[in-house]
């Protein structure tokens, strides 16, 4: 179920049987010659409303303008400041909050997002906040594992790409070669996105890829991605909103 394609009366419904959404957050960035600018926000959001449609959630409009900096050196990518970021998801779980919601289970496509998204969550008290990126979840994990390995990389990953590929469109291009592989100590050093200033990130990356061979997307792929990502995000989004229902 969509917010955006609900009525007011259809949520006055929803809230009498449950009061638990999904709010699914990605970002508008590069994502190397492969992907394509929306590729966070469309896997989050692809995600998202499956699980909406497999646990019967309501899933709320997605998040596309966040934090990106150290892609604003490639055209196309809109980023925005962690504190108007901030600010915004303060103020549409203060809107939850208001019409009676209790818990939110946000479903995240951007690493960057994630340190100021648990510094709202633990801001506030009027709701059960909930923070899972989809490439989290075990069984994703290993399919990941499996289909490209050390070639998953950090940036215009395989997986993600190949969710967009079975989305929305692929992007036909010539064979790419591999990205120079990161060290450990680069992938530790840099987790959750912590990449330097624009200009000095291109020079490093100059074609987006942060060590992630996207040429080995394929569609298929992302289509059973997609598909457990979305049962364990229902299956997850369900059980957290059972314990919740249930407390005093």
């Given at each position: 179920?969509?917010?955006?394609?609900?009525?007011?009366?259809?949520?006055?419904?929803?809230?009498?049987?449950?009061?638990?959404?999904?709010?699914?957050?990605?970002?508008?960035?590069?994502?190397?010659?492969?992907?394509?600018?929306?590729?966070?926000?469309?896997?989050?959001?692809?995600?998202?409303?499956?699980?909406?449609?497999?646990?019967?959630?309501?899933?709320?409009?997605?998040?596309?303008?966040?934090?990106?900096?150290?892609?604003?050196?490639?055209?196309?990518?809109?980023?925005?400041?962690?504190?108007?970021?901030?600010?915004?998801?303060?103020?549409?779980?203060?809107?939850?909050?208001?019409?009676?919601?209790?818990?939110?289970?946000?479903?995240?496509?951007?690493?960057?997002?994630?340190?100021?998204?648990?510094?709202?969550a633990s801001a506030?008290?009027?709701?059960?906040?909930?923070?899972?990126?989809?490439?989290?979840?075990?069984?994703?994990?290993?399919?990941?594992?499996?289909?490209?390995?050390?070639?998953?990389?950090?940036?215009?990953?395989?997986?993600?790409?190949?969710?967009?590929?079975?989305?929305?469109?692929?992007?036909?291009?010539?064979?790419?070669?591999?990205?120079?592989?990161?060290?450990?100590?680069?992938?530790?050093?840099?987790?959750?996105?912590?990449?330097?200033?624009?200009?000095?990130?291109?020079?490093?990356?100059?074609?987006?890829?942060?060590?992630?061979?996207?040429?080995?997307?394929?569609?298929?792929?992302?289509?059973?991605?997609?598909k457990l990502a979305?049962?364990?995000c229902a299956a997850?989004?369900?059980?957290?909103?059972?314990?919740?229902?249930?407390?005093?």
């Amino acid at each position: 179920m969509r917010l955006d394609l609900s009525t007011w009366k259809e949520i006055d419904e929803y809230l009498l049987k449950s009061q638990a959404v999904i709010l699914p957050v990605g970002s508008t960035e590069q994502h190397g010659p492969l992907g394509i600018i929306g590729t966070d926000t469309l896997c989050a959001e692809a995600v998202a409303r499956r699980a909406g449609e497999l646990g019967g959630a309501l899933v709320l409009p997605a998040l596309a303008y966040t934090p990106a900096p150290f892609n604003m050196g490639f055209a196309g990518t809109i980023s925005v400041s962690e504190t108007v970021f901030s600010a915004l998801v303060t103020e549409i779980l203060a809107a939850l909050a208001h019409h009676g919601f209790r818990q939110v289970y946000v479903l995240n496509g951007h690493g960057a997002n994630l340190e100021p998204l648990r510094r709202v969550a633990s801001a506030q008290n009027a709701l059960d906040i909930h923070i899972r990126s989809w490439w989290e979840f075990p069984a994703v994990r290993v399919l990941r594992d499996e289909l490209y390995g050390s070639w998953e990389g950090m940036h215009a990953t395989p997986s993600e790409v190949a969710i967009t590929q079975h989305t929305h469109r692929i992007v036909d291009h010539a064979p790419i070669p591999a990205p120079e592989p990161l060290t450990p100590e680069f992938i530790a050093s840099h987790a959750g996105d912590r990449h330097g200033p624009p200009d000095e990130h291109r020079r490093q990356f100059p074609d987006g890829r942060v060590g992630s061979h996207s040429g080995l997307a394929r569609p298929e792929h992302g289509e059973t991605l997609l598909k457990l990502a979305s049962e364990a995000c229902a299956a997850e989004f369900n059980t957290l909103w059972a314990r919740v229902e249930t407390s005093p």
